[in-house]
Structure formats: C-alpha cells, structure tokens
C-alpha cells in the first residue's frame, strides 16, 4: 500500500453534516491507517467560525482537519486545491470524495489495495456507459472501464509531473488528468465498485477534450495541460529514417565511437551488436546508463572537454546535443581532441524551419514544451544552413549530409512495429530529401577534421 495516504472530503458548510456523514462511512480501521482525512470547504471565509459538527468531528476523529477553501471554484477548480494540499503536505496518495452517490467512502480501502499491487492510478468503476466508454478508448487507444467517475485515488509523484492547474475548471478536469496520465504511461487500474454513475458527464464535451489531445500530438494545437514531465526524454527510434538509425547506419562495425551527450546510452547495445565499443559522456548519474557502454564519463559539455582519452576514436557522436549547449565553439573544438585523423564527427539537430513551425509563427504561436524541436532545454535553434556554418566554423569539412522523418513513432505512440506508420514515415523521408529546409525534422551532417594544429592540453 501507499505510504501516507490523505483522504480529501470536499464540500461547503451548508454541507456540515453529510461531510461529516462521509467521514463515519469510513471503515474505523481504514480510517485509522489514514494520514489524514482533510475537510476542505470552498466558498468559506477562514475568519467565519467553522460549523459544530465538524468541530466535534474533529474532537471524536484525531486525524480529522478542516482547512477553508475561498477560491476553489467548480468541480476541477477544487480538485486543484485539493491536489495541491496533498503536495505541500507531502502526502504520497490521496483519495478524494464529495457527499453524494458518486462517491463510496466505504470503498477506500479496496482502491488502497489496487495502489498497493503498484497501479499509480486507480478508479473507481461501474459497468454502464458503455457508449461513453467505447468512443474515449477508440480515440484515446485506451482500455478505461469509466471515464466518468471522479472516485479516484492518485499517487503524489504523479501529480508533481503533470500541469494539472492548467487543467479546466469544470467536469472536464477528469479527462484531462486521464489523458495526462496516459501521456506520462502512469499505470491504471480500474475498480469495480457499487457506486452511482454521473449522469451528468459531458461526453460531448470529454470528447472534444480527447480530440483536442490528438491533435496536440500531431502538433496541430498545442496544449499546455499535455506537456507532461517524461523524466526521461528520448527513446530509440527504430524506423530507418530517423537520426538513431542513420547514426548506426554510417559507423562501421569495430569502430570506436566516443558519444558526446549520450544520456542514458540509447546507443550503446546496438552498436555492440555490430562489434563497436563505445564510450559515453553526459553529465547525468553514472548508475543510469546502459551497462552496453565501454566506459562513461560524467561531464558537463558547457565546460572544456577532458576525459582520460586520446586521439583514439574512429567517429565522435553528436546526437541532438549542441542545440543544448551555450558554449558550443568550444566543444566542437574540443571533439577534434579525440579523433582520429581519418576519423569522422557525425552530429545532429532539429530544424527549426519545418513546415509546421513556419505555420505556427504565421499563426502567433512559438509555444516551448518538453521534448521535440522546441525542447524547454534548447538554448539555440538551427536551420539547415545555420547549422552547416556553424560545424564548418569549428574546423570541419561536411562529407556528407542525412535529414530524418517526422517522428511518427513518437507521434503516434508506436512501437516501431506498425506497418502504417513505417510507410507514413518513409513517404515523408522522401518530402525530407527532396526539400530539407522545408520537411527535414533533423538534419545529420557527417563531417572530417580540417586541421590538426590544435595543441594539445592534456
């Protein structure tokens, strides 16, 4: 089971005694393993006195508090507050109720056993709306048993890595936190509960809240509510025209290969299956990365790169790093250090002048997110000619130019398997080709070394 669980009954003062009623439904030894059970009351003044009943409900239950809620307006409106509380209180779960039939405060020990076999998320369920539910799964590509029901008990770390008060005020609110769960792969578990269904749920409404999500990921809108916290950014990338791909494609096999930037080591084990070795350098904890990894090196690329290595490396990999470096002369300089006179820098960035963000500026929107061209973390922007002048002004010569697909993979949540969305990427890698500045999403340059005067400081 979760740790400190906090149950949050939410209602106004009119409301004194069906809040209290709530609380006494609460199994005497759930509520005892309780934390706390918070009675949060919106609409109320804190200088107003605060209802007799819940004063003696406070007196009776020791882990019972009233706290005022002046602002929390609306049925997601409060749940932020609600929310909110749990996290400045570090709580590690928290369940929330409403005295009416939607709620079964009876049941909280059944969703608190769902938490404790691992689900991060856990609703409470019933079996009408059949309708409702088939339409949100077939858009969403979900299997949720109940949309509709705001029963529900949430684990604290997932709330600290979704936006949920740019979330909508109104009854929206769940589907919202639904869809951020999916962005985030929050695992789900439904409940199977005696409790009423909302008949008042606004499917129309909740369905052009999916919609509106979909067509966030094909970047035709964006909404600040989806941009959820991934923690790690970047997975493999398995269609043959994406920069993963490309990369592995032009190291020969027994190369060298230092990777600059190299995260997790996404790169590692394949390119130990065609015989390379490979030695990463990021500046994220060692006990993180892929054990297919030679060697790593904790580094900050904004600082001069020095490692306990020579000029021993067949290719330097740069992949989707220097739009993340300020200093980025300096490293560039720094990679000749490490290669091998013949050997050959193969780097990569995002184009900045793709279609869509063309349409977008036209459109008054420049919007920064999590991942993708406009990553939050990216300090500068490349265009297909910016980014070649930049790798030339280090000393380099370009041999060779790649540009890559849409990332219809991460687009559409595949596992690189799908038929559809591998010849939806190869159609687009052909526009890529014949019109870079224009449809390229990365641009990869393969370049040589054009000098070696530089001194040597180690």
Known sequence: MPGRLVALVLGSAAQAGALVESVERIPPEVRQRLAEITLLLHGRATSEPLPAELARLCERVPNARVHRDERGQ??????????????????????????????????????????????????????????????????????????????????????????????????????????????LGVRTQAVELDVARDEGFPLAHSLRIALGYRAHQLHLARHGQFFVDHDVHYSLKHHPSSSHMQVLEAIRPGALVLDLG????????????KGARVVGVDVGDPGRVSQSLDAYYQRDLEQPLDIPEGRVFDYVVCSDV??????????????????????????????????????????????????????????????????????????????????????????????????????????????????????AYQFLLEAEVGTLLERDTR
Not at 161 to 177: A, K, Q, S, V
Not at 262 to 273: D, H, I, T
Not at 418 to 430: D, E, I, N, R, T
């Open 74 to 183: 609306g049925h997601g409106g409060r749940r932020k507050v609600a929310f909110e509380y749990a996290l400045q209180h570090e709580f590690d779960a928290l369940v929330v109720l409403e005295p009416d039939a939607r709620h079964a405060p009876e049941h909280i020990g059944a969703l608190w056993e769902a938490a404790g076999a691992g689900a991060e998320l856990v609703l409470a369920a019933t079996r009408g709306g059949a309708m409702s539910r088939a339409l949100h799964n077939v858009v969403l590509d979900l299997d949720v048993l109940d949309y509709a029901s705001p029963f529900r008990l949430i684990a604290c770390r997932v709330l600290r890595r979704i936006p949920f008060h740019l979330n909508e005020d109104g009854r929206g609110f769940d589907t919202e936190l639904l869809i951020q769960c999916r962005a």
């Open 262 to 273: 190299c995260s997790q080591g996404l790169l590692a084990a394949p390119l130990r299956a």
């Open 322 to 439: 220097i739009e993340h470096v300020v200093r980025r002369p300096e490293l560039l300089r720094s990679v000749r250090r490490y290669l091998k006179p013949d050997g050959r820098l193969l780097i990569s960035t995002p184009n900045v002048a793709i279609w869509f963000y063309r349409l977008s500026l036209l459109a008054g929107r420049f919007e920064y997110g999590p991942r993708g061209v406009l990553d939050e973390t990216h300090v500068h922007l490349f265009t297909r000619s910016t980014f070649r002048r930049e790798v030339e002004n280090a000393a380099f010569r370009v041999v060779r130019e790649r540009q890559t697909a849409l990332p219809f993979e991460v687009v559409f949540e595949s596992t690189g398997r799908s038929v559809v969305v591998h010849a939806l990427a190869s159609a687009y890698h052909a526009l890529a080709r014949l019109w870079p500045e224009l449809f």
